[in-house]
Each structure stands twice: as structure tokens, then as C-alpha cells.
């Protein structure tokens, strides 16, 4: 084990502490245009899911489920068992 440490952890392990110490380049633009992107492919999942339980759940009310919760996502997959 300790060659092991010694041929590896210890190397990375000075690597890791080398970039905190000097820090990495992180491309603003880039990280802000993903998030944009992030968002847009939430929304559209999102809706897509509610279309999913609006055509499934037929004449039952889902206006108002929320698909950030839990409580109401277990009701929905596993309340029949």
C-alpha cells in the first residue's frame, strides 16, 4: 500500500494542492451561457412531464401538483401498491 500511495495519491494529491494555491481559469461567458441552457432544458422537461400527467391523469385534477415534490411524486408512482 504504500507504493501505492507513494506512485499515486501523493503525486495527485500535489496536484490538487497546486491549483488551489494558484487558482484555474474559469470562463465566465461560457458557464453563464450553460446555465442559460440548463434552464431552458428544465422548463422544457418540466412541461413535457405535466403534458405526460395531464394526458394520463384524464379528469383528474393535476393543476396544481408540483413536480419539486417529493411527498406529491411518491403519491404519483407508488400510491397504487
Known amino acids: 500500500m504504500w507504493d501505492f500511495y507513494q506512485e499515486c495519491w501523493l503525486p495527485f494529491g ?6 488551489e ?3 484555474m481559469h474559469v ?3 461560457h458557464m ?3 446555465e442559460i441552457k ?8 418540466r412541461l413535457k412531464f405535466m403534458n405526460f ?7 383528474k385534477n393535476v393543476d ?8 406529491q411524486l411518491q403519491q ?3 400510491a397504487p401498491c
Open 32 to 34: 453563464i451561457a450553460i
Open 38 to 45: 440548463a434552464k431552458q432544458d428544465l422548463d422544457e422537461k
Open 14 to 19: 500535489e496536484v490538487l494542492t497546486d491549483m
Open 64 to 71: 396544481h401538483f408540483n413536480p419539486s415534490s417529493t411527498l
Open 27 to 29: 470562463d465566465v461567458d
Open 76 to 78: 404519483l408512482l407508488f
Open 21 to 23: 494555491r494558484e487558482g
Open 53 to 59: 400527467l395531464y394526458s394520463f391523469q384524464q379528469g
